[in-house]
């Protein structure tokens, strides 16, 4: 049977999808959600498949050194779609416990002759046995040159030090161990203690978890509650009011209450946005870089579905799911409006309050986001603040007299936050800033920052 004729499974599924790496025009994990909904995945293989593409992704830098800690040949002379099969098999061995070592080499060599590839059988083979031989069952609370961060502050302990040692170069370490690049790990090496800089990379390495945002428009928390617990999905209420963490992985259309619009989901930080600007029923409202509609609904619901919000954004297709979950969510008050990123336009008239959840770095929610840390550079940080301000510049010149704003991120690093507020009200005599709210990475959710500005 040829590979067109056989069924795919999650690993040739995931090897798939890694080897689409240097297609920039898309995320990988779009891309894998996309496979998983047009072929109807369901059950422990749709777990496996996510958990395998995520895990590369988001570990490959670790990955990378142990496997040249056991590769007879240089990097550079292993075929690229080699490596990545390589990198699927070692996450299996390093960080999932309920696939027995043995098991984890023998399906990653079969991979090779079902993808057509079977003169890599005894390299793939000789490579991931000799990475099973360098690990060992000890584990740890403590880093060290021989420890891999795993999860929950574990650290597996292997046979060699392979990392640098993290009392004297704690950026080097991170960046291996922990999987972030370099230009990351120094840039928080210098703004966090050790400590610190230990918990939010385990934080940003475990599993996503699932937050849902109550539709106050359809029903209550605790109703919402006690339907999940009726069908026996285990979950308990955030501390934001609408806030419900779900307490095992879960398929959000399968949730009871989805189709009637009873949730959205959205992480817990992100719902302070709207919080914190605090929009009234009647008011006219302004969400400019809208997509993809999460804080735009949630804005409604605090509304009572009564006023105006004109939703902003650059593509069509992002309006487009604006707009369904609107639909879905029983919202009937938002305008959805097509507009420039670079000379932005709106409909005419001033507006009572603002949130501009710009474009940003996301390095509050990499976790979530895997590829994004190794798209972002240092000189797009540069770009991306000088975006930021342009964008608060124009936001702040459609706020009406004694409204308010809210400038929100995703980001954790002071040159997209504070420092683009500070630069944006120096030319702005009439603007004060209220307050601010800093969220880091694991407390409780995910990092970002919010700043409320009033005329």
């Known amino acids: 049977m040829n590979e067109e004729q ?12 890694l ?50 800690a056991c590769s007879k040949r240089d990097r ?3 075929e690229p779609a080699l490596w990545t099969l390589l990198r ?60 891999v961060p795993l999860r929950d502050v574990t650290y597996r302990i292997i046979g060699e030090s392979i990392f640098s040692n993290p009392a004297t170069d704690p950026a080097g370490y991170f960046s291996a161990a922990f999987s972030f690049p370099d230009w990351i790990a120094r840039r928080w090496c210098a703004r966090f203690d050790r400590d610190e800089l230990w918990r939010i990379g385990f934080w940003l390495n475990s599993p996503g978890r699932l937050c849902l945002r109550t539709n106050a428009l359809r029903t209550s928390r605790e109703t919402l509650l006690q339907s999940l617990a009726n069908s026996g999905v ?53 969400d400019l870089c ?42 009937t008050i938002v305008q959805t409006h097509l507009s420039n990123i670079d000379e932005p336009s ?7 309050a603002i949130l501009l959840d710009v474009p940003c770095s996301n390095t509050g929610v990499l976790g979530k986001r895997p590829e994004a840390r190794w798209r972002l550079s240092a000189r797009d940080m540069e770009e991306l603040a000088a975006l930021q301000r342009r964008l608060l510049a124009f936001a702040i010149s459609r706020l009406a007299p004694s409204g308010r704003l809210v400038y929100s991120t995703c980001s ?37 920052y919010q700043a409320l500005l009033r005329r």
């Not at 369901?42 to 988001?58: K, N, Y």
């Not at 002071?414 to 407390?443: D, F, I």
Request: a negative charge; one cysteine or more; glycine letters at 10%.
């Open 234 to 286: 285990a979950a308990h209420p955030g501390e934001a009011p609408e806030a419900v963490w779900i307490d095992s992985p879960a398929r959000v259309q399968s949730l009871p209450g989805f189709s009637e619009g009873w949730f959205s989901v959205q992480d817990e930080s992100a719902t302070h946005a709207a919080r914190l600007l605090a929009p009234k029923p009647g008011e006219r409202v302004l």
């Open 88 to 147: 699927l098999g070692a996450y299996q061995l390093v960080f999932l416990d309920g696939i027995p070592a043995h098991a984890a080499v023998h399906e990653t060599v079969e991979l090779t002759k079902r993808i057509g590839q079977p003169q890599w059988t005894g390299f793939t083979n000789g490579l991931l046995r000799g990475l099973s031989r360098l690990l060992t069952d000890e584990t740890s609370s403590a880093p060290g040159p021989r420890a």
């Open 76 to 78: 550079a002379h292993v």
């Open 346 to 352: 709106l409909p005419p008239g001033e507006f009572d």
């Open 6 to 17: 056989q069924s795919p499974t999650a690993r040739s599924l995931a090897y798939e999808i």
């Open 290 to 331: 809208a997509a993809p509609g999460g804080k735009t609904t949630h804005l409604a619901e605090l509304m009572q579905n009564d006023g105006s919000i004109v939703a902003v954004d650059v593509h069509e297709d992002k309006l487009n799911r604006i707009r369904e979950n609107c639909g879905r969510l029983g919202v």
């Open 19 to 68: 080897c689409t790496a240097d297609d920039r025009r898309g995320f990988m994990t779009d891309r894998l959600e996309q496979r998983l909904a047009a072929e109807s995945w369901s059950g422990p293989e749709r777990g496996l498949a996510v958990e395998l593409v995520h895990g590369v992704i988001q570990r490959q830098g670790t990955l990378d050194v142990l496997l040249r």
């Open 412 to 448: 954790i690093e002071p040159e997209e936050n504070r420092q683009v507020v500070e630069s944006v009200l120096a030319e702005q005599p009439g603007l004060q800033l209220e307050t601010e709210q800093h969220h880091q990475p694991g407390q409780p959710a995910d990092g970002g």
